[in-house]
């Protein structure tokens, strides 16, 4: 059985809020919650100022914006999340190689130069709201699970240490890109909780069987009528997994 203080550490708790008083108020309540993240309608709304304050509370920050452009640009996005001190962030494998390499080493060099500690990157692969289907509508031709290998192998390649999957990918990518490379899975959802809009969901404990290094799961606690006792509750059940 992993450690209690290792398990909290393993949710990461989206803060899919609009404003940064919100934001703050859920983190300050969350008490025994490590990582939170921040994706792109909280921090388009209040940007890097958010990112410091949550800091100053003693939360590490998970810049989910997606990252996905010319490698040069990217690049200079990853220098500047990395001066942040952010903790972890995203960028679209899709955008290829040469794009993730320049994120990789962008990294490298800001946490040489600053002395900071290097960002994790993770390659977005398939997003969990899409499926076979959907990815036929855009031109793709392998099944769900193949693209996701294809880019997790890519993203291995690249120097990025880990991916974003749907937790029904965790056990081909922890097979074929070795136990060390990190997954880290949205679409996680609390037993008897709705889908909302993610259709490649799992439990927690499932999630954490299957080997899963970290788990995104937003309004399951951040809706619930104490977030704290939600966060408690999942805790407990991948405790008992």
């Not at 899709?94 to 994120?103: L, N, P, R, V, W």
């Not at 060099?109 to 993770?122: D, N």
């Amino acid at each position: 059985m992993e450690n209690k203080e290792r398990l909290k550490e393993k949710i990461i708790v989206a803060l899919d809020v609009g404003t940064k008083e919100r934001a703050l108020a859920l983190a300050g309540e969350l008490e025994d919650a490590r990582i939170f993240k921040i994706g792109m309608e909280l921090f388009t709304a209040e940007g890097p100022k958010l990112i410091e304050a949550a800091a100053a509370m003693g939360k590490k920050a998970f810049l989910d914006l997606k990252y996905h452009d010319i490698p040069n640009t990217v690049g200079g996005a990853v220098r500047s999340a990395a001066r942040l001190g952010i903790h972890m962030l995203t960028l679209h494998a899709s955008g290829g190689k040469e794009m993730m390499t320049a994120a990789a080493g962008a990294a490298r060099e800001e946490s040489a130069r600053t002395g900071r500690l290097k960002p994790i990157l993770l390659g977005v692969t398939v997003l969990t709201s899409l499926k076979d289907d959907d990815l036929r509508e855009i031109g793709c031709s392998r099944s769900t699970a193949e693209q996701v290998l294809k880019l997790a192998k890519l993203a291995r390649s690249a120097g990025l240490d880990g991916v974003v999957c749907s937790p029904h990918e965790i056990e081909i990518i922890k097979k074929e890109c070795g136990p060390d490379f990190l997954v880290v899975t949205p679409g996680i959802r609390p037993a008897g909780s709705a889908s909302q809009d993610q259709k490649r969901i799992m439990t927690p404990a499932e999630a954490l069987i299957k080997g899963a290094d970290y788990m995104v799961i937003g309004r399951s606690i951040t809706g619930a009528p104490s977030p704290h006792q939600a966060f408690l509750r999942i805790v407990s059940e991948l405790e008992n997994a």
